[in-house]
């Protein structure tokens, strides 16, 4: 049931494209495994064997303290409607924080130079195992549409609310370990 790629095929390109929500999975050496959700608005496939998506604020900074310790990265895309299939990514992660220039250049290049508020970091796969299995015990679930909340939080805090709660939530994980979020920040202004 369950088949290995050495990268991206066609099919599962088109697939990723159809695709309303994935999940990302990171853990350092030791503490909480992280499973988060994420739509895939601002998820971009970039080569067969890579992957980014622009990362929006979020209770914690999980992924990030992570990848920090250990760079080991799961993302998975599972079939709610249509045919049943659940797409994993495997590989190798890495964050892109706001103030770099590789930030700005993947900003205006991938997405068409749109942050939207509360934009964060790119957490950026380079992947070095696709794999497919079945997605027969995946439920069926119809699409309604997105939420607004993430926007109308962030239109509220506005960017100096957005950057203290950063600060007071985003700097360390669960488990105490640094997310990196404002690393060279104060260099950089």
Known sequence: MAKRYDQLNTHQREFIARQRMFFTATAAPSGHVNVSPRGTDQFRVMTDNAVVYLDRTGSGNETAAHLRQLDRMTIMF??????????????????????????????????????????????????????TSCGYGVPIFDYVGERDQMDRWAEAKGPEGIEAYWREKNQVSLDGFPSGMFEGAEQAE
């Open 78 to 131: 599972c079939a709610v409607e249509g045919p049943p299939l659940i797409l994993r990514l495997y590989g190798r992660g890495r964050i892109i924080a706001r103030q770099t220039a590789e930030y700005a250049k993947l900003l205006a290049e991938t997405f068409e130079g749109i942050e939207p508020l509360g934009a964060r970091q790119m957490v950026w796969l380079d992947i070095d195992l696709v794999q």
